[in-house]
């Protein structure tokens, strides 16, 4: 379980195919301070930490990316090179300080474009129709394993477009300052929602 909060950015290395995805990550995070087994948050998705750096730099973590996550998850997301927003699972004790996130990824939005706002950024999407339903103005949602507040929600021609603020510093400490319109990202939406939805299918049968 996560909350949202960014606290490193990585690299992806080296990328292995073999059954599944090997992927290696270069990152700050002390591994000594990392169990083998432990998850971690990657651009929004859970995965578990299967081999990791020695003591000293160059610092790594190596995870197994199944055939289903790379087919859920945004386009090109997997390459050498790129870049994820990491974050480490939640200790008790941790401060909450931004939402409930499981690292379940929901669906893949597109940015329709993005404009200056003040300081901030707000960037638009448009969201796939099965999730509609569970992103609301003021609510919270996870965008790329990141979580921000949603300003507002439109539908309209069968589409459902929604927009975040990405104030300054959530620009400087993740990679959503340079989003661009066409891009793809990992959506999550609020776990509290989907179970709100769960609840109500079952008061209707």
């Keep these: 379980m996560f909350t949202g909060i960014i606290t490193d950015i990585g690299t992806i290395e080296r990328i292995e195919q073999r059954g599944d995805l090997r992927v290696r990550v ?8 990392i169990d083998l087994g432990a998850s ?12 990791k750096s020695g003591p000293g730099a160059p610092r790594w973590v190596t995870v197994d990316v199944a055939g289903e996550t790379v087919a859920c998850t945004a386009a090109a997301q997997w390459g050498e090179g790129r870049t994820l927003k990491l974050q480490r699972a939640m200790r008790l004790g941790d401060e909450l300080g931004g939402h409930i996130v499981t690292g379940h990824v929901d669906g893949v939005a597109t940015v329709l474009g993005v404009c200056p706002e003040g300081d901030s950024k707000r960037s638009g999407f448009t969201l ?16 790329d394993g990141v979580s921000l507040t949603v300003n ?3 539908d309209a ?13 959530t620009q ?14 990992n959506i999550e939406i609020d776990v509290l929602a989907r179970y709100l ?3 109500q299918s079952l008061a209707r049968k």
């Excluded at 948050?41 to 995965?47: A, E, K, P, R």
């Excluded at 021609?157 to 510093?169: A, K, L, M, R, Y």
């Excluded at 400087?172 to 990202?185: F, I, N």
């Design 26 to 33: 270069a990152t700050a995070y002390d591994t000594a301070t």
């Design 40 to 51: 971690i948050s990657c651009s929004g998705v859970c995965l578990t930490v299967i081999d």
């Design 128 to 143: 796939p129709t099965v999730l509609a339903p569970f992103v609301a103005a003021k609510g919270s949602v996870t965008v």
């Design 152 to 154: 507002d929600v439109r």
């Design 157 to 169: 021609d069968g589409e459902t477009h929604f927009s975040v603020n990405v104030i300054p510093h």
């Design 172 to 185: 400087a400490v993740t990679t959503l300052g340079t989003l661009a319109a066409g891009q793809t990202v």
């Design 197 to 199: 939805q769960r609840m």
